[in-house]
Structures are given as structure tokens and as C-alpha cells.
């Protein structure tokens, strides 16, 4: 059986394959939180491979607090880049596949055609451009590992948009949310599934990946179905980016192709909605 170890394992999707591995019955799974596994101290990376010597190693851990990236540079790119370069060089001193998790925010999001893989990645934040960073740190160390890139992540699990949006929605009258971004939500326990399919099947298909769940939205209309499926009352006025300032510039337009994932990684990937609606009823 192959032995997995998680960084970042408390965090949203950490504990996402938590859930996951549980249903799944994978027992052979170590969830590293950042207490006992720091990604930023070789030394103590060093001890975990040589104690597991893990067949697979899946990087949860990451800096993703996109406004304060801007103020905390240094900090996120040592999280981001140089946290996924520790990690790289022991994957290959370890003979370990590296399944790393990467964002849509690498790109600029200026066009209105659906990424794929191989477009341009030009981040227009300290964020999207440290994790860009840690995603070309990879081959330069390491030949095996999946870089998933995945977008507006959210679960039941930690701090995300659908939780904010439920927390404002009962709290206040009215809420004002950005109409003019353009992207693809994703339930995490979806991508967790996405992860562990790849350690179960023990695929080969190594390089980058776009996973999101199907469809298209923007974040008004996401938190106009949030409402209306967790029957919250509230008034939300769509606004423009323009109108709702935020430190970081986000993508205007991040809709990632998931052809490639379909087809070389084997998942069936659900509609957005749906699997928006699985969530809320758990949470
Ligand atoms: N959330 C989202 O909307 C999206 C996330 N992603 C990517 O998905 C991945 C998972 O994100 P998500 O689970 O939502 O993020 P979370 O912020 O919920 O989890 C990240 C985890 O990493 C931990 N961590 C931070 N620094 C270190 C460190 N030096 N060593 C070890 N662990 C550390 C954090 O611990 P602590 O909380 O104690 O700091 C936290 O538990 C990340 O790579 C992220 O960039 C991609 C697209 C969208
Ligand atoms: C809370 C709130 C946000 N917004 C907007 C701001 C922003 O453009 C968008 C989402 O805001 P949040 O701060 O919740 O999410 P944000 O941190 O921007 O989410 C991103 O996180 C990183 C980690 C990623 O990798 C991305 O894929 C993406 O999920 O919604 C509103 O318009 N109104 C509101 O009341």
C-alpha cells in the first residue's frame, strides 16, 4: 500500500482529505499540521520522509491570504516558494511523487477564453505570483510530481468565501459583492477526491493540471445561490471591482480549462452548483 504524507494538514483542504481518506478507507495517511511539520525547517522535513519514506507526498500547506500577501512579501514567497523547494529536493532524495496545489490568481485573468495549461501565467499579486514561484520550483529539483492548479475553494472546513458570505448574510441587511469577476467555485472535498484518485490509481501522467468544478460564475452570483439555498434573506447588491476595494488585484476573468485533467488524470468533475448545494446541506 502506498504511504502518504500531508503538509498543511489541518488547514481547509487538509482536512478535506481527511474526510475523504476516512470514506475512502485509506489508512495509510499521515495529516502533518504546521506545529510538528513546519515546510520552512529542513531539518524537520529531513526526520518525517526518512521516518514514512512516503510513496506520495501532498502539499496543503501554502500562504493564502491574498490582501495581507501584499504587506507580507517575504513571508508568503518563503511559505510559497522556498517552503516547496524543501519539499521538492527531499521528493527526489526519496524517490516520492509531489502532488502540489496551485491557484488560478498565477494568472493575469485579462482574456475571456477558458486557460488551459500551457496559456501565460502572469499574476497580478505578491500571492499569485509566490505560488507561480513555487510551482517553477518544482521541476527544477524533482521530475515526479502534479502541480492541480484549483480555484475559489470552499467546504464545510477553515475560513473560505461561502462561509463569509453566511456570516455576513445573517449578520447584516445588505451586502455588496463584486459582479465582474469572472471564475469557477470549487468544493474542496471534490478536489481531496481529485488528489486521492491520483495516489489510489498510482498515475504517471505527471505535470500541471487545471481542477475546478464545471460551469461558470461570477462572485455575486455565487453568493446570490449560497442565499438562496441556505435560505438567508438578504439583500446583495452587485458591485464592480472598482466599486469594492481590496489591497490585492484579483483576475478579472479565471476560468480554467479542465479538458486535460478529464482526460489524462480520469475524473468526473461536478457542477458547481451541486456540489455547492452537497456542501450546505453538511454544514
Ligand atoms: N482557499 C482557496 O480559495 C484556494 C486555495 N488554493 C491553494 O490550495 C491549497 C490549500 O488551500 P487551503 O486549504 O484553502 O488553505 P488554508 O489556508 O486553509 O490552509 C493552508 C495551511 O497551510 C498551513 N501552513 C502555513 N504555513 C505553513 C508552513 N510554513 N508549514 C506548514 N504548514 C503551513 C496553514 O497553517 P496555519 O493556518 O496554522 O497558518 C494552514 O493550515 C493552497 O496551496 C492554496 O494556495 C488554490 C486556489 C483557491
Ligand atoms: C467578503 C466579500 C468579498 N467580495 C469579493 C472580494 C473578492 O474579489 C472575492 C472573493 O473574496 P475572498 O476574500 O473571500 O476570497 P479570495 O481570498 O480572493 O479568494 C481567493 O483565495 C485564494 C487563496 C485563491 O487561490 C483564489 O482561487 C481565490 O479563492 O469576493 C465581495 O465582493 N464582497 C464581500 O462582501
Known amino acids: 500500500m502506498s504511504k502518504i504524507i500531508v503538509f498543511g494538514g489541518s488547514g481547509q483542504l487538509g ?37 514514512y519514506k512516503p510513496t506520495y507526498c501532498i502539499n496543503c500547506a501554502a500562504y493564502t491570504a491574498v ?22 529536493k527531499l521528493c527526489k532524495a526519496y524517490d516520492t511523487t509531489l502532488i ?19 496559456d501565460e501565467a502572469a499574476p497580478i499579486s505578491v500571492y499569485g505570483l509566490t505560488k507561480l514561484e513555487g510551482e517553477q520550483v518544482i521541476p527544477a529539483y524533482t ?38 469577476q469572472i ?32 460551469g461558470v460564475t461570477s462572485w455575486y452570483d455565487f453568493a446570490k445561490v449560497i442565499f438562496e439555498l441556505g435560505k438567508v434573506d438578504v439583500k446583495v447588491v452587485p458591485v464592480r471591482t472598482a466599486e469594492y476595494v481590496t489591497k490585492a488585484t484579483r483576475p478579472t476573468y479565471s476560468v480554467m480549462d479542465k479538458t486535460k485533467a478529464k482526460t489524462q488524470l480520469n475524473v468526473e468533475i461536478p457542477y458547481w452548483k451541486d456540489s455547492l448545494q452537497k456542501c450546505m446541506s453538511r454544514l
Not at 499521515?30 to 518525517?48: C, G, R, S, Y
Not at 495581507?68 to 519539499?87: M, Q, S, W
Request: aromatic residues 10%.
Open 15 to 51: 482536512q478535506c482529505l481527511q474526510q475523504v481518506a476516512k470514506e475512502k478507507n485509506i489508512t495509510e495517511i499521515e495529516f502533518l499540521p504546521e506545529e510538528q511539520a513546519n515546510i520552512l525547517n529542513p531539518d524537520i522535513l529531513e526526520a518525517v520522509f526518512a521516518e
Open 67 to 88: 490582501d495581507k500577501a501584499e504587506d507580507e512579501v517575504d513571508i508568503a514567497r518563503k511559505v510559497n516558494k522556498d517552503g516547496v523547494a524543501n519539499l521538492s
Open 100 to 118: 502540489h496545489i496551485s491557484t488560478d490568481f498565477v494568472f493575469a485573468g485579462t482574456g475571456n477564453q477558458p486557460l488551459v495549461e500551457t
Open 143 to 180: 521530475e515526479k510530481f502534479f502541480i492541480l492548479r484549483t480555484s475559489w475553494l470552499y467546504s464545510e472546513y477553515a475560513n473560505n468565501f461561502v462561509k463569509t458570505m453566511l456570516k455576513f448574510g445573517r449578520e447584516r441587511d445588505e451586502l455588496r459583492v463584486i459582479w465582474d
Open 183 to 214: 471564475g469557477t467555485p470549487t468544493y474542496a472535498i471534490d478536489l481531496a477526491g481529485c488528489i486521492l484518485s491520483i495516489t489510489e490509481t498510482r498515475n504517471q501522467n505527471f505535470g500541471i493540471y487545471h481542477y475546478s468544478n464545471e
